[in-house]
């Protein structure tokens, strides 16, 4: 599995384009702006784009989705629960920093245990609500590695303040996460990777 990070719009978005070495098949994580850079990415690595994935549905997660969406004719999933958030610039919040954005609606729904296939990588749906109520882990078993949208981030977790965010929930989230093997590389929406292990040792949160 090789991962590239592209960071992305007026947040710093972490975007990946992960994809199986051998087929070069791939997914999008969480286009969040920028969709020209992404997309010429795309092609410098040759990657055949299988699925749009949005980890959640606030702005800055889902801003070039409509791009990526044209030029790879491929379907965008989000977990249900934050599918509204796609069409609507009040709910993703992006009419509080203009331009509003919104994205195409859903083509499918991710859930608990879905496995995204690629290649021969695999990817499998954490439902991990908190942040939203939709939000999403995507965890590759086999390679040891979790990309954690706004749940986890290095040292610190997502934000609870917003409207549809809970902090019960992102704390029974958050143990869920620290379930996973400790070795367990994290890559969230924001900042730079972490593990498992580590956020055990320095996250005020955990």
């Known amino acids: 599995m090789h991962i590239i990070i592209m960071e992305v719009g007026m947040?710093?978005?972490?975007?990946y384009l992960v994809y199986c070495d051998k087929t070069r098949e791939g997914v999008i994580i969480d286009p969040g702006g920028d969709g020209e850079k992404i997309i010429e990415v795309i092609k410098e690595n040759h990657v055949d784009v299988k699925y749009i994935l949005n980890t959640h549905g606030h702005h800055d997660h889902i801003g070039a989705n409509k791009e990526l969406?044209?030029?790879?004719?491929?379907d965008l999933l989000i977990h249900e629960n934050d599918s509204s958030m796609l069409v609507s610039p009040e709910k993703n919040f992006s009419f509080l920093r203009g331009p509003e954005n919104c994205s195409p609606a859903a083509d499918g729904f991710l859930k608990e245990g879905d496995i995204i296939s690629f290649g021969e990588c695999n990817l499998k749906v954490i439902e991990l609500p908190g942040h939203t109520p939709g939000g999403v882990g995507l965890y590759a078993e086999k390679e040891g590695i979790l990309f954690s949208g706004d749940t986890l981030f290095y040292g610190s977790i997502g934000r609870t303040d917003l409207p549809g965010s809970d902090y019960q929930e992102m704390t029974k989230s958050l143990k869920r996460l620290m379930e996973?093997?400790?070795?367990?590389?994290?890559?969230?929406?924001?900042g730079p990777k972490t593990s498992v292990a580590l956020e055990k040792d320095i996250n005020p949160f955990i």
């Open 11 to 15: 947040l710093g978005t972490n975007s």
């Open 180 to 190: 996973l093997p400790d070795e367990t590389i994290v890559y969230p929406g924001h």
């Open 69 to 74: 969406k044209d030029f790879t004719k491929k």
